[in-house]
């Protein structure tokens, strides 16, 4: 079980989405959902909703509709990245600056792909209309994206 499961939650509003820039850090320069870490003694869903205010000031008082699970392989990485995706259009709070995250509300064809993670331009289009969907990414480092599948689920 060499798993290493993390949260992805993006808040939604009519046309947009809501997207943190990465100030330091993993992934330095790259604008991204909120997420991060799952703590001992807290479920997947809890983490996501405490990431998301760390992260963005924003609280979700109900659900979160999970809506995928990203899996990342790097090569000669024993270490997989098991990523939940939540998304959300009912959030408490205005988004702030963290020390982390510069928020800030994109609309759909304004979404800055070439400074995100290779495989967000794959899977966005789903997470953005309500699909389900699982994902399989190998990579080699943080930009070469070898080989991927995306399925959709009915749920
Ligand atoms: C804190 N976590 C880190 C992992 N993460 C990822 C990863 C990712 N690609 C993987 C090649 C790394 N792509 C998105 N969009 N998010 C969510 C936030």
Sequence with gaps: CKNKVLTLVFVLRPGEVLL????????QGWWNGFGGKVEAGETIEEGAKRELH??????????LDHV??????????PVLLEVHVYRT???T???????????????????PYKDMWPDDKLWYSLMLNGK??????????L???LEYEINEITK
């Design 20 to 27: 943190g820039y990465k100030k330091r850090g993993f992934a």
């Design 54 to 63: 760390e992260e963005s000031g924003l609280s979700v008082s109900n659900e």
């Design 68 to 77: 995928g699970v990203l899996m990342f392989e790097f090569v000669n990485d």
């Design 89 to 91: 259009y009912s959030y």
């Design 93 to 111: 709070g205005t988004p702030i600056e963290t020390e982390e995250m510069k928020p800030q509300w994109f609309k759909h064809q304004d979404i």
């Design 132 to 141: 389900y969907f699982n994902g399989n990414f190998k990579f080699e480092g």
């Design 143 to 145: 930009t070469n994206l």
